[in-house]
C-alpha cells in the first residue's frame, strides 16, 4: 500500500503533490485560492517547519488564531515588492523550510499586460524559490491570480509558471459553487472536475 501524504485532503490532487516538487493553484478573486494553500498548510505543516508568505494581504489570521495548534509548524510573513521576493530564496535556504507558500505569486502585476522584464523577474523569482526548496528536499505551494478583466481564464505569466510547475490546478466558480480541475499533468485530467465548499476548518470536498 503506497502513502500519500495529506494535503488538501483529495486522493488524486494529493496523489499528484506527493510526487512533485512545485504545486500551482490559480483562479479568479473568491475561488478558494488562498483557502487551499491554508488547508495544505494545516495539513502537511503540524510537524514540519514551513513558510508562508502572503502578497495581497490576505492571510487568513482568525483561522490561525482559531486552531493554532495545527499552524504551529508555520512562520507567516508578508511581502509586497519584487526585491523582497528574491531575497526569499536566501532565507529559505539558510532556515531549512520543508515547504514553501506564496499568496499569490503574480499578484504584483497582474493587473496590466506581462512585458519581457516583468516576465524575466518572474522566470527567475519561481526558478530561484524552486531550486532552493529542493535543494532542501521540500515543497513549493503557490497560487496565482488571472488577469483582471472579462473572460480570462489564465493566469498572468502562463508560461513561466507552467513551465516551474509540476502540478497546476485551476480553481473556478460556477453554478451554486466551487470547482477544481487538474491542468498539469495533462494526462491526469479527464476532463473531471472536483466540486467543493469553503468551511470555517479550510477545504471540504464534495
Not at 485560492?33 to 514551513?50: D, F, H, Q, S
Not at 504551529?72 to 530564496?89: C, K, N, P, Q, S
Not at 495533462?186 to 473531471?192: H, I, M, Y
Request: contains cysteine; aromatic residues 12%; proline residues 3%.
Amino acid at each position: 500500500m503506497i502513502f500519500i501524504g495529506l494535503y488538501t485532503g483529495h486522493q488524486t490532487i494529493d496523489s499528484l503533490i506527493e510526487s512533485s516538487s512545485t504545486t500551482l493553484f490559480y483562479g479568479v478573486a473568491g475561488s478558494g485560492k488562498t483557502t487551499m494553500l491554508m488547508t495544505i498548510a494545516g495539513n502537511y505543516c503540524r510537524n514540519r517547519v514551513c513558510l508562508y508568505v502572503s502578497t495581497e494581504e490576505t492571510l487568513h489570521y482568525e483561522r490561525v488564531a482559531r486552531d493554532p495548534e495545527r499552524y504551529r509548524g508555520v512562520l507567516f510573513t508578508e511581502i509586497y515588492d519584487f526585491g523582497r521576493l528574491v531575497d526569499l530564496a536566501t532565507f529559505i535556504y539558510l532556515h531549512g523550510f520543508e515547504a514553501v507558500f506564496i499568496d499569490s505569486l503574480n499578484s504584483l502585476f497582474r493587473l496590466e499586460p506581462l512585458g519581457e522584464n516583468s516576465l524575466s523577474r518572474l522566470a527567475y523569482i519561481v526558478a530561484s524559490l524552486r531550486k532552493t526548496v529542493e535543494n532542501n528536499s521540500g515543497k513549493l505551494f503557490a497560487s496565482a491570480q488571472v488577469r483582471a478583466g472579462e473572460g480570462e481564464d489564465k493566469p498572468v505569466g502562463e508560461p513561466v509558471l507552467d513551465y516551474y510547475f509540476d502540478v497546476v490546478v485551476s480553481l473556478s466558480i460556477g453554478g451554486d459553487g466551487r470547482y477544481a480541475r487538474i491542468v498539469k499533468p495533462p494526462e491526469a485530467d479527464e476532463g473531471r472536475v472536483f466540486p467543493f465548499r469553503i468551511t470555517e476548518s479550510g477545504i471540504e470536498w464534495m
